[in-house]
């Protein structure tokens, strides 16, 4: 029996680990459809910014409650890890409990932690279940969220429930167990885990022997699938941030918010055009068999990789569109959709890949128009608010005028007034309507 429990186990770590491996592939794969950016400079601050930012949820404290909240979550993720290891051993092993003996009153403090870390978790769950389906807070029931997005908020918040009730579950009754000396661990005594120790006799004390057992494994392989559930609903989901907030801010963009970049192609033809010395024939000739450049951004394909990556990450807190003064005064702008559609085409090209072999065939949709509209992109108002207000550091802004450059640049299609102040720049020096000899006539009307 013990056999085939552990056959069972190793097929079903297996097999889990498998699906995960190939949804991670295809996330790889459509990031790398973006354009190459380089992002290797500086690696110092780089490292020194993912340890405070994911790693240290550095940026979730502007917003304290929530921050400590979440916080309490993200501890029990990363320290039942540890509880997580001792049972792909026992499992594959069938063993039970195999680092209690070795580790002695050292075990029964770390899991007495992780049992203190997951009431936190248990009560951060609650809270934020009730957050978005009572108190209904506003940034979390935008029209946006309405459908999957919210049910996938829930769903992974059910998740997280099942959890911590199969860890008190396998803990409690073993402790139980223990008490009698029928636990699958040898020996008389009890663990004493700090929780458990309590919750184990009053819920538990009543039952027999063979129910303790039965739930004792329904807890225990409870936690080994749940843990594998959610680790292959994550490429469905949101929670993607979970792993890559720590790549997303080790790529994040150090300059300046206010710093934008320069379009290479076009800065190398106005240097050209301004120095009177320049031999226009010294260029290197154009390739003949090449595509022309293309100017911003019309699809998901011509946005550049951390962009994509960007998109991967969003975790649709929120946030971003919560402080967006466009949104705030009516406009049809969100920040978070900007992304979450971001990434819908960037999966609906994944998928014409995947079913074309390898190759993307036109679709005859884009980005643009398709997912995001001329007047969400011209509501912005490039005030840096939704990327200072990101708590893994994503960048709508950077989209926004990456399409920006593709309307201006390639189908010459700004707004009027853009276009009056350009024809004002090109006539006049200057965006007013009026020369340059008369700038200083307001200083006679007094």
């Not at 020096?429 to 009026?434: L, V």
């Amino acid at each position: 029996m013990q056999i085939l429990s552990s056959i069972i186990f190793i097929a079903l770590t297996v097999v889990g680990f498998g699906f995960f491996a190939i949804n991670a592939k295809k996330i790889y794969r459509n990031i790398m459809l973006g354009q190459a950016v380089d992002r290797t400079d500086r690696s110092s601050e780089r490292w020194k910014n993912m340890l405070l930012v994911a790693f240290g949820q550095k940026k979730m404290f502007a917003r304290p409650i929530p921050a400590l909240l979440h916080f309490a979550i993200y501890a029990a993720f990363m320290i039942t890890q540890i509880e997580l290891i001792e049972i792909f051993i026992d499992g594959i092993f069938g063993t039970h409990r195999i680092f209690k003996e070795p580790l002695g009153g050292l075990y029964t403090f770390i899991i007495s932690l992780i049992e203190i870390v997951s009431v936190g978790a248990l009560i951060a769950t609650i809270f934020f279940l009730s957050r978005r389906n009572l108190l209904k807070l506003p940034r979390l029931n935008m029209k946006e969220m309405i459908g999957w997005p919210k049910k996938d908020a829930n769903l992974i918040l059910m998740m997280e429930l099942i959890l911590v009730i199969c860890i008190f579950t396998m803990n409690g009754t073993d402790e139980v167990l223990y008490n009698m000396g029928k636990s699958h661990f040898e020996g008389q005594g009890s663990f004493n885990f700090t929780i458990s120790q309590f919750i184990g006799p009053a819920v538990f004390g009543s039952m027999s022997e063979g129910t303790l057992h039965v739930l004792e494994r329904i807890g225990w392989w409870g936690h080994f699938m749940m843990v594998l559930s959610f680790l292959n609903y994550l490429y469905y989901s949101k929670h993607l941030h979970i792993l890559l907030a720590f790549p997303n801010t080790y790529f994040a963009n150090l300059n300046p918010l206010g710093q934008f970049d320069n379009l290479q192609a076009v800065t190398n033809e106005v240097k050209l055009m301004m120095d009177p010395n320049a031999d226009p024939f010294a260029a290197p000739a154009p390739d003949e068999n090449a595509a022309p450049a293309k100017f911003g951004a019309s699809d998901v394909m011509d946005l550049n990789r951390v962009q994509l990556l960007n998109a991967y990450s969003c975790t649709e807190c929120g946030r971003c569109t919560s402080s967006c003064p466009a949104n705030i005064t009516g406009k049809q702008l969100s920040p978070r959709n900007i992304m979450m559609k971001t990434r819908d085409r960037l999966e609906e090209v994944g998928k014409n890949i995947d079913l074309n072999k390898g190759t993307f065939v036109e679709d005859g949709k884009s980005l643009l128009n398709d997912y995001i509209t001329p007047e969400e992109l011209w509501a912005c108002t490039s005030c840096n608010a939704c990327v200072e207000e990101c708590p893994i550091e994503i960048s709508p802004l950077s989209i926004i005028m990456d399409m920006r450059r593709y309307l201006v640049m390639e189908q010459s299609a700004a707004p009027m007034e853009l276009n009056t102040m350009m024809t004002n720049i090109e006539n006049n020096g200057a965006p007013w309507q009026y020369s340059q000899l008369d700038r200083l006539n307001w200083k006679d009307e007094n």
